[in-house]
């Protein structure tokens, strides 16, 4: 069966090339990406990436050496052009400024240039308006150079003849990883990150490696002509912020290698200040922001957060209403940013800003995250922020961005870097014992090794005694707090794949009853999947909104998430008939409308006496019963098919003598309910044709709720008692009775049981006439009885006398009349 669509995660990408300015290492790509798998930084993909697409392969210097009109069109040339080949190539030109003597960039037959919307043209030898061309010189935009078409490139006269293109303008070629990571790596989301843990790896295989980090050193305050205040209102939200500020810069394009370095890993370039702050982002780790000062009104700086309804345009000009426990970043008078999450639209750096306020800060991840899902954003800041960033790279990180800024843009630092973190962040300390060691990996690490590894992953070793060792887990490593998280670190550094496995497997045998739940769910579920029926398994998360459209839930008693991932999966259902209608309108919308599904599921309710968690076992019947066929005459999934199959299942569990009622579940419109004794069983019936419609779904659903735990109870309650086939046969004999519309087939059931306890067997009614030839408000029944006696045979005398009997009760007590 067709199964809902779920979200997707998108992989961190990492360059080879900027991971390789922080560790010297020259292994082939595939090597570095196996150790990191090994280290858990699992690359899910290798990617080859080149500054120009194609890399200008088969692109070569050439030299104009005759340059005339074409003949047959007025706005083309035709050249010959040496390549440094024995022979000149003919080629045809439509550049207006084309001339002889001079040095270009030619494309040979056969090479591959790409449009701009990255898709491949070869070069072909072909005849232009009949003059035969073998190559192609190009303009700058066809090269992916530049955006210029307004003539061909015209190349330095000093250059070789035949040089590659590709060596003139330092084409880049990188390799970037695609690495999955685990929501508790929140230290590996920058390149710095991983090349910590590649240090780690390289050194427990013996290579001498060092991590060259950037140096800040160089930062200083020019002057102090431009001081921006700031104010934190709640430390608890931003437990730390830094800024600064720098004058006189100049917004432009960036450099090629930092354009480059953010193509590689997917982002767009944006200017020399905005790129800077994305670079260092994913470089340490460390978001960061960049105000334009003279936007600040009143020169302050104001973390905090602003009353329920305030409105705030955002960076991609939507207009949000603000959450009252939504950070904001404010001047004196008006919001200007959605803390760690998104900027504003009136705040930003623009080709005329000409000096900045640059943010470097921790704040909360929970409240970060909160944010971000009220507001449907994700980030590349966000992103991090929700995980957890190290508190100690704040004000580093800034520095660094500073560095570069001026670098590329120019400018004075004109304010002291300010520095508000109230209260420091500990590092986290850990006791760490050999037994515990020993126990979880199964086998004895040397204790030089384990210290090696702890070296090798900054985690600081205080003391060393007999039974263990005391450890300082360094800021960044907000994941590792256990002595189990440490002997996880301690483990996949060491190589998963170097534990020995064992030659001896024990195993202990649990003793189970008959009656456990899993085994009652695979005898029903084998049952079911006999007669057709797909198993489906769906989110126990599902919208609040479900709520309204059934009295089965009530939005009161939901099971709310604290931090939902969207609207559609922000609390517990208390029903199992939604996420069936889902799944069912997502298969007809797909062309699969004959379904039966069953799921084995639970529904949660949050009442005043407690949370209340119920197992169910849900069936769902639509479209017709049987697959298309010529032999087949098609029938559609009826109510009386899905009361054979509840039967057929209470049966298989041994449980009989059951009550029906009719239902009082308020999403059937007609049905049935029901029990044993005063245990209600099962609901089933006819979905309401309202709430299929609101569901998208039009076409007739069957649904059965069983109260699953009520099933396994009644089941277990069951006695089985084994007789002999008996020898002697059964006898059949049949009424025709006219009855009253009001009398049900249960009563004559009932009645027939009481009367002949001992030799009858069953009752079954197989005809129901209403209609001509009878009374008003009269309907015929054709029933039939089995008597058997097990220990002999039954004679002609005996069997009508019981018949009597039943015929004399049933006019009695029911008013019946043999037709």
């Excluded at 550049?95 to 072909?124: H, R």
């Excluded at 603000?322 to 900027?343: Q, R, S, T, Y």
């Excluded at 008597?787 to 009695?812: A, C, P, R, Y």
Aim: aromatic content about 8%; glycine content about 6%; proline content about 4%.
């Amino acid at each position: 069966m067709l199964s809902l669509p779920t979200e997707k995660i998108i992989a961190m990408k990492i360059s080879y090339n900027w991971l390789k300015q922080f560790i010297q290492i020259d292994w082939a790509p595939e090597k570095t990406s196996e150790l990191l798998t090994d280290l858990g930084l699992e690359v899910e993909g290798i990617e080859a990436f080149q500054s120009v697409k194609g890399g200008l392969e088969g692109v070569v210097v050439g030299e104009v050496l005759t340059c005339e009109p074409h003949p047959n069109a007025d706005r083309l040339k035709v050249t010959t052009v040496n390549v440094g080949e024995q022979t000149p190539l003919h080629i045809v030109c439509g550049a207006p400024n084309v001339a002889k003597g001079q040095k270009v960039p030619v494309v040979t037959v056969g090479s591959t240039l790409y449009d701009e919307n990255g898709e491949p043209w070869v070069i072909k030898k072909g005849k232009i308006r009949g003059e035969v061309s073998e190559g192609m010189i190009c303009a700058e935009d066809e090269l992916g150079l530049g955006k210029s078409h307004d003539g061909i490139m015209v190349l330095d006269e000093s250059l070789p003849v035949g040089t590659p293109v590709a060596d003139i303008f330092d084409i880049e070629n990188d390799v970037v990883f695609e690495i999955g990571l685990t929501p508790n790596r929140a230290d590996a989301m920058s390149h710095w990150g991983v090349a910590r843990d590649l240090k780690a790896g390289l050194i427990q295989q013996e290579h001498a490696v060092t991590l060259n980090t950037p140096s800040v050193s160089k930062f200083k305050v020019e002057n102090r002509s431009r001081r921006i205040a700031i104010n934190v209102e709640d430390t608890d939200l931003a437990p730390r912020y830094c800024g600064t500020t720098i004058t006189g810069i100049k917004v432009a394009e960036s450099p090629k290698w930092l354009k480059n370095r953010l193509l590689a890993i997917g982002l767009t370039p944006n200017n020399n200040v905005v790129d800077v702050t994305n670079y260092v982002m994913h470089e340490l780790g460390q978001p960061l922001h960049a105000f334009d000062a003279d936007r600040i009104e009143g020169d302050v700086i104001n973390v905090k957060t602003l009353p329920a309804g305030t409105k705030f345009t955002t960076l991609d000009e939507v207009e949000r209403e603000l959450h009252e426990n939504d950070l904001m970043i404010c001047d004196a008078n008006k919001p200007l940013c959605i803390a760690g999450v998104f900027g504003g639209v009136n705040s930003g750096v623009t080709e005329h800003t000409n000096s900045i306020f640059l943010e470097s800060a921790y704040f909360n991840p929970v409240s970060v995250r909160k944010t971000a899902k009220r507001h449907g954003l994700n980030t590349d800041a966000s992103f991090r922020f929700e995980r957890g960033i190290d508190p100690e790279s704040t004000e580093y990180a800034l520095k660094r961005a500073v560095l570069l800024i001026q670098e590329l843009a120019g400018g004075d630092v004109t304010m002291d870097s300010e520095d508000y973190y109230p209260k420091k962040f500990e590092d986290f300390q850990v006791f760490l014992t050999f037994d515990k060691i020993n126990t979880l990996i199964g086998e004895e690490i040397p204790t030089e090794t384990i210290k090696s590894i702890l070296a090798s992953l900054e985690i600081k070793v205080n003391n060393v005694t007999e039974t263990g060792l005391g450890l300082t887990i360094p800021s960044y490593r907000v994941d590792v707090q256990r002595q189990s998280d440490v002997i996880e670190e301690i483990l996949r550094v060491y190589g998963y794949n170097n534990i020995k496995v064992g030659k001896k497997l024990n195993a202990s045998m649990s003793n189970s009853g008959r009656f456990e739940d899993y085994k009652l769910q695979n005898v029903v579920g084998n049952q079911l999947t006999s007669q057709g029926f797909y198993e489906m398994l769906s989110n126990s998360l599902t919208a609040e909104r479900y709520a309204e459209l059934s009295e089965q839930s009530n939005p009161k008693h939901a099971v709310k998430m604290l931090n939902p991932l969207s609207q559609d999966l922000s609390v517990l259902r208390q029903n199992m008939l939604f996420s069936g209608l889902e799944s069912i309108a997502f298969n007809v919308n797909r062309k699969r409308a004959d379904l039966k599904l069953f799921e084995f599921g639970k529904t949660y309710h949050n009442y005043d006496s407690g949370r209340v968690e119920a197992k169910h076992l849900a069936i769902y019947l639509t479209g017709d019963r049987n697959t298309e066929a010529w032999n087949i005459v098609q029938k559609p999934s009826d109510f009386f098919l899905l009361k054979g199959t509840i039967e057929a299942i209470l049966n298989r569990l041994g449980i009989s003598k059951l009550n029906y009622a009719p239902t009082k579940h308020s999403d059937l419109s007609e049905g049935m309910s029901i029990s044993l004794g005063k245990t209600t069983l099962v609901d089933f019936g006819i979905v309401n044709k309202t709430l299929c419609k609101k569901m998208n779904v039009d076409q007739d659903v069957l649904f059965a709720d069983f109260n699953w735990d009520n099933v396994l109870l009644m089941a277990s309650k069951q006695r089985f008692k084994l007789n002999d086939i008996p020898k002697y046969p059964k006898v059949r004999r049949d009424f025709a009775l006219l009855l009253d519309e009001n009398v049900n087939f249960s009563q004559i059931d009932d009645i027939a049981q009481k009367t002949e306890r001992k030799l009858l067997k069953d009752v079954s009614l197989f005809d129901v006439y209403e209609g001509k030839n009878l009374p008003n408000g009269k309907k015929s029944y054709a029933v039939s009885f089995i008597l058997q006696d097990e220990n002999k045979t039954l004679t002609d005398k005996q069997v009508d006398k019981i018949m009597g009997k039943l015929q004399h009760q049933f006019e009695n007590q029911l008013g019946a009349e043999l037709r």
